[in-house]
């Protein structure tokens, strides 16, 4: 199967909300789909609207919720680790055709 690969950098706001835009295209397309964030916990906004109308999207969020200042703790490196595992066996595993990492280049 293809591969592809999107990369949204850069200062300030939009990346989260641009990998959104393509999970819904994905979704509407009928595409199986995997979303996982680095730094949030699930809760926020765009977090509760994927549990409560995007059943059919798996979500991991592996942040422990704060931003991380300086050097990352034990529990941020363990989420991030386990995060990491977890989109590995999404990338290689064949269940999804599209799997997002949001926030993976902060982690």
């Given at each position: 199967?293809?591969?592809c690969f999107q990369v949204y950098t850069g200062d300030?706001?939009?990346k989260t909300t641009a990998a959104l835009g393509l999970l819904l295209r994905?979704?509407?397309?009928?595409?199986?789909?995997?979303?996982?964030?680095?730094?949030?916990?699930?809760r926020s906004s765009?977090?509760?609207?994927l549990r409560e109308r995007f059943p059919?999207?798996?979500?991991?969020?592996?942040?422990?919720?704060?931003?991380?200042?300086?050097?990352p703790s034990a529990a941020d490196k363990a989420a991030a680790q386990a995060g990491f595992e977890e989109l590995c066996t999404a990338v290689t595993g064949g269940a999804y055709d599209l799997v997002i990492a949001d926030?993976?280049?902060h982690a």
């Open positions: 199967m293809p591969c300030g706001k939009g994905a979704t509407g397309a009928g595409l199986r789909v995997f979303f996982s964030q680095f730094l949030k916990d699930g765009e977090c509760t609207v059919e999207v798996t979500c991991r969020y592996c942040g422990r919720g704060v931003w991380v200042k300086g050097k926030e993976i280049h």
